[in-house]
């Protein structure tokens, strides 16, 4: 003869598994998904070989940032989008350069939208990078030369 389980014990094995499953459906995997230095450096690299700087300008032979936000998945590839489309701003905004230049210049910016580094901004970094393009393609280059001050000039 077979004994029925206590109503008590089905209880605490339904509700074990499923706040078992709960749990497993919370749970995204280790909490550290970080990369390493070497592997944005890879990925930065890999993405500076289908890019095309602004004349003058060439690919730094080290990072030419320094990575306070760690070292995720895409982190070299989206650093380098940003370098490129900065060679092109700075260009764009030299005044040592003729208006013609300049402008074929602000020509190459709109591209950024087809990059990794566009993708995966967040909504509103999108929307304001395309303000900021439309805007410097109107004449307004003021947030373009503040969102690439980092680099500096041509080298």
Partial sequence: ??????RSSLYCAAFAILALSSVGLLWHGPADTAGSASSVAAEYRKEALDLKLAPGWHW???????NN???GKGAGTA????????TWAR?????????GTRRQ???QLPKLRGTYAYAH????????MDAMINNALRGNTSELNANCSWLGSAR
């Avoid at 003869?1 to 206590?6: D, F, G, I, Y």
């Avoid at 730094?60 to 320094?66: A, G, V």
């Avoid at 901004?121 to 304001?128: A, F, G, L």
């Fill in 69 to 71: 936000s760690g070292y």
């Fill in 121 to 128: 901004y967040i909504p509103d970094t999108r929307s304001s």
């Fill in 1 to 6: 003869m077979h004994s029925v389980p206590p």
């Fill in 60 to 66: 730094p032979t080290t990072l030419p940032f320094t």
């Fill in 91 to 99: 260009r764009a905004l030299s005044r040592s350069l003729g208006l």
């Fill in 79 to 86: 650093r380098a989008d940003e370098y490129w489309f900065c």
């Fill in 105 to 107: 210049a602000l020509e």
